[in-house]
């Protein structure tokens, strides 16, 4: 489980193809802390610690599934991946409660200033099935953005805006999101608990 408050924006090193998987190679300054078997968030997306390097890099693997829900397979050796270690349980809960198991993609659509910070539109393609399973967005809730735990503004029913304050930029992968950059989206997972009551009650 997470928070969607990431630690740091690290590099990945090295992108290996290993049939319908892929390994990724990632540097970050916790790498010394981190043990195999250890779930890490990238961008959004709970992967686990296959090795821990000499070097000050530690591999995980995305396998097909993975690839197909996320923006995984566009990692490129030199990209920015938003990185958070599993929540600790005796802490306090500052974003809000995350899987790690990405719902679909988004492609930012636009971004423009808001006097000092910058707000950012997404889209997302979904059907009415889905949505009423809870795979949506609701203003003023909670969605998760490559990782990172945002508020949802301006909300329709495949699009929502979301304000990024200087140091949300400054320190995740929101400073090289532009238009045409797809994202990873993991929706509010209580928001999916209660649509699924419902169905059940309706039955």
């Given at each position: 489980?997470?928070?969607?408050?990431?630690?740091?924006?690290?590099?990945?090193?090295?992108?290996?193809?290993?049939?319908g998987n892929i390994d990724l190679t990632v540097?970050?300054?916790?790498?010394?802390?981190?043990?195999?078997?250890?779930?890490?968030?990238?961008?959004?997306?709970?992967?686990?610690?296959?090795?821990?390097?000499?070097?000050?890099?530690?591999?995980?693997?995305?396998?097909?599934e993975t690839l197909e829900r996320s923006n995984?397979?566009?990692?490129?050796?030199?990209?920015?991946?938003?990185?958070?270690?599993?929540?600790?349980?005796?802490?306090?809960?500052?974003?809000?409660?995350?899987?790690?198991?990405?719902?679909?993609?988004?492609?930012?659509?636009?971004?423009?200033?808001?006097?000092?910070?910058?707000?950012?539109?997404?889209?997302?393609?979904?059907?009415?099935?889905?949505?009423?399973?809870?795979?949506?967005?609701?203003?003023?809730?909670?969605?998760?953005?490559?990782?990172?735990?945002?508020?949802?503004?301006?909300?329709?029913?495949?699009?929502?805006?979301?304000?990024?304050?200087?140091?949300t930029f400054e320190h995740t992968n929101f400073?090289?999101?532009?238009?045409?950059?797809?994202?990873?989206?993991?929706?509010?997972?209580?928001?999916?608990?209660?649509?699924?009551?419902?169905?059940?009650?309706?039955?």
């Amino acid at each position: 489980m997470f928070s969607g408050i990431v630690e740091e924006a690290a590099t990945v090193v090295r992108v290996d193809r290993n049939e319908g998987n892929i390994d990724l190679t990632v540097r970050c300054s916790f790498t010394d802390e981190l043990r195999i078997d250890q779930s890490v968030a990238h961008n959004g997306v709970c992967l686990t610690v296959v090795a821990v390097n000499p070097d000050g890099t530690y591999r995980v693997t995305a396998i097909r599934e993975t690839l197909e829900r996320s923006n995984i397979g566009d990692l490129r050796a030199g990209s920015l991946v938003n990185l958070e270690r599993s929540m600790i349980m005796n802490g306090r809960l500052d974003g809000h409660i995350v899987q790690g198991h990405v719902d679909t993609t988004a492609v930012c659509t636009a971004v423009s200033d808001a006097d000092g910070s910058r707000y950012f539109t997404f889209e997302y393609d979904i059907d009415r099935a889905m949505a009423l399973k809870g795979y949506m967005t609701v203003e003023k809730g909670s969605v998760t953005v490559n990782g990172v735990s945002l508020t949802v503004c301006d909300s329709t029913p495949n699009s929502f805006r979301v304000a990024i304050i200087p140091y949300t930029f400054e320190h995740t992968n929101f400073r090289s999101i532009e238009v045409g950059s797809c994202v990873n989206l993991e929706f509010d997972i209580i928001g999916k608990y209660l649509a699924r009551m419902m169905e059940l009650k309706e039955d």
